[in-house]
């Protein structure tokens, strides 16, 4: 608002300061006489007009019959001066003039023509000009800020007022049910969610069933996940099926400047809903407003929760017969309002998880299908390469893969654009103007193969079906990718301790062969401190703990974040544990590279020379028997 006003008086000003420009513009070539501007003029008395005209000095002379001034100039004088003089009412000084041989020059006033002129140039002009810049502005800015926002409406004079109930001033998006364009159909995977949304769909198409055995439907349901699982999506999928009208707006949007206009948006809203009823409510993000309130009396928070409580009084308020139903989306569930969380609210809670395996190649199969792509496209491997992708993810694997096509030139995507864009997700774009020296490129060889090595020596690690050393735009020098065969829901704590070997693989490489080491392992010590970590205080693996919960997760939907919840000394303790199991991975891969160290020689040589190796490639040459060289090597 602040900020709004500072530039309304910035622009009045430029505004004031252009039409004053055209003012003297116009002044100073209409009227030239008017002015002085660069001329030279003089005041003299009537008897030097008089005495100028005696000596035949006088060259021409001008003045209007009814204005006793008169403006006259000499002979032979280098820069006119113009002499002004009050004459009196003469009859001689037409013939003295004549007698002197200057030229006159009388002017008679055309009166009404020459004044309207004048006022029109001088007045009305200027003024029309005001006027209509300023409505250009006006509009413009209007425009820029957004019309719903009614303190920039200079005209109606609608400053910040709530009632009247026009629809944009709560700032809700509402869109009839034809243009939400949104369907189950639209919606792959999720199929548990969509069970138990249809009921809501059911509901909102006949309440008098409902209504006539006396259930009570919830008023409100919580679709809790991780970002880009379809939450919005699937909302939105909830008005089309029912064919109603779909009410949306975002919990930021409710945080305003001032108090008491977030919970004024929500009342509208609601009035708003009331009048369109059935329909759906959806409010994104709840958790900027949902947010559990504190007990200190001191928030300064007063706003948000003001916001909240109205939004409580509003879902607690209306007849639920008329058949509004209240969809929220959050993925930080763990913070919100317990109040928002109680029967008659937010009761329902439809969680909207990652897809697995099957759901994920769903979500491919929807969105591929507006994609041309060559036959044979194999969906699934894409599927099987992504595990912990979300729907946006997929969604988007599937345009880059899309865009790849054209940028290369074809006109259907193929297996491996798909593939390609797989890696971009993952590790962002190809950067070659990164350009690696030699030795540097050698060291990312050996280290990918590496973790390749320790990967394809250990029963429990996935299988590798990429190695490359071509540099990304995240900042990784080169990876290896590994897939898993099919989809894991447990995970051994042998996999899990193969895991952390092959993570210490790269950087055992780099030490078996060049005996240093290099910032290069930044991103596996991370992997595998946290993997340690969890193994430590979630998982229950290890002996010195056991079966002890020692952390809880922070938000389960966004980064998994563990605090530790014991006794400082336990936190050491838990510190030294997780140094040991990562100490002894690093020996694990240490040894098998050692027993392999020749195939890491033979391998990294091929993954410089080519760059890019597939997992196929990987496995041939690594099984492949060389005569000349023994089969075991120290
Ligand atoms: P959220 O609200 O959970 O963060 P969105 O609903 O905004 O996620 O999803 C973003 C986009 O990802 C959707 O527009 C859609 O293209 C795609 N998407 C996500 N989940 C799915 C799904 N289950 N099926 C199809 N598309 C999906
Ligand atoms: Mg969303
Ligand atoms: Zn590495």
Not at 189 to 217: C, H, M, N, T, W
Not at 266 to 278: C, S
Not at 383 to 411: K, Q
Request: with cysteine.
């Amino acid at each position: 608002m602040q900020l709004d006003d500072n530039k309304r008086k910035r622009n009045m000003l430029l505004y004031v300061l252009i039409a004053f420009v055209v003012y003297m513009v116009l002044n100073t070539f209409l009227f030239p006489n008017l002015q002085n501007g660069g001329v030279q003029t003089q005041d003299v008395n009537y008897t030097q007009l008089l005495d100028d005209l005696e000596n035949k000095r006088v060259e021409d002379i001008k003045y209007t019959t009814d204005d006793a001034r008169a403006v006259y100039t000499l002979k032979g004088e280098e820069g006119k001066v113009y002499r002004t003089t009050t004459m009196p009412t003469d009859a001689d000084l037409t013939n003295r003039i004549q007698e002197a041989g200057a030229t006159l020059k009388v002017t008679v006033p055309d009166r009404d023509s020459g004044m309207w002129t004048y006022l029109f140039v001088t007045i009305v002009l200027p003024v029309l000009v005001f006027f209509l810049f300023g409505r250009w502005l006006n509009r413009r800015m209007k425009k820029a800020m957004g019309d719903d926002n009614p303190s920039m409406d200079f005209s109606s004079g609608g400053f910040g007022g709530f009632g009247g109930g026009g629809l944009g001033k709560s700032g809700a998006r509402i869109v009839a049910s034809k243009d939400v364009g949104v369907t189950f159909k639209d919606v792959a995977g999720q199929e548990e969610a969509k069970e138990s949304l249809k009921e809501v769909v059911d509901f909102l198409e006949k309440p008098q069933r409902y209504e006539a055995i006396g259930a009570k439907l919830p008023r409100g349901a919580l679709l809790v996940g991780p970002p880009g699982t379809g939450k919005t999506l699937l909302a939105k999928a909830v008005a089309g099926e029912a064919g109603v009208p779909f009410f949306s707006i975002s919990g930021s949007e409710f945080v305003e400047m001032f108090v008491g206009r977030g919970a004024a948006k929500v009342r509208d809203l609601f009035k708003q809903a009331k009048e369109k009823a059935p329909c759906i409510v959806f409010i994104d993000e709840i958790d900027t407003i949902g947010k559990k309130r504190d007990g200190s009396g001191f928030s300064g928070n007063d706003e948000r929760e003001q916001t909240l409580n109205q939004l409580l009084t509003e879902m607690d308020g209306f007849d639920n017969q008329k058949g509004i139903v209240v969809l929220a989306a959050t993925n930080r569930p763990d913070t919100l309002d317990p109040a928002l969380l109680r029967p008659g609210r937010f009761d329902r809670r439809v969680p909207v998880e990652l897809p697995d395996l099957a759901g994920r190649k769903a979500i491919l199969e929807l969105h591929s299908k507006d994609v041309k792509t060559e036959p044979g496209i194999d969906l699934s491997a894409i599927a099987r390469a992504t595990p912990g992708a979300s729907g946006a993810d997929l969604a988007n694997i599937i345009n880059e893969g899309a865009l790849r096509a054209v940028r290369l030139g074809r006109t259907r995507a193929t297996q491996e654009d798909f593939e390609e864009s797989v890696e971009v997700i993952i590790a962002g774009q190809q950067r070659k103007s990164t350009v690696l020296s030699d030795h540097e490129k050698q060291v990312v060889a050996y280290h990918e193969i590496g973790h390749a090595i320790v990967a394809a020596r250990q029963k429990g690690s996935a299988p590798v079906t990429k190695i490359t050393i071509v540099p990304r735009t995240n900042g990784a020098l080169g990876y290896t990718m590994q897939v898993e065969e099919d989809e894991h829901f447990l995970t051994t704590k042998q996999e899990v301790l193969d895991k952390l070997a092959v993570y210490c693989g790269g950087r055992a490489a780099e030490e078996l062969i060049f005996g240093e080491m290099t910032t290069g392992a930044a991103n596996d010590i991370e992997q595998a401190t946290k993997l340690a970590r969890n193994m430590v205080t979630r998982f229950g693996m290890s002996d010195e703990f056991g079966m002890m919960a020692l952390g809880t997760v922070q938000n389960a939907y966004l980064n998994q974040d563990t605090s530790l919840t014991c006794a400082p000394g336990t936190a050491e303790r838990v510190d030294a544990v997780v140094k040991q199991l990562i100490a002894e991975a690093h020996e694990r891969a240490l040894q098998a590279l050692k027993e392999n160290k020749f195939k890491l020689h033979e391998l990294a040589h091929y993954l410089y020379k080519k760059e890019t190796i597939t997992g196929e490639e990987f496995m041939n040459l690594l099984t492949r028997e060389n005569p000349l060289m023994p089969k075991t090597n120290g």
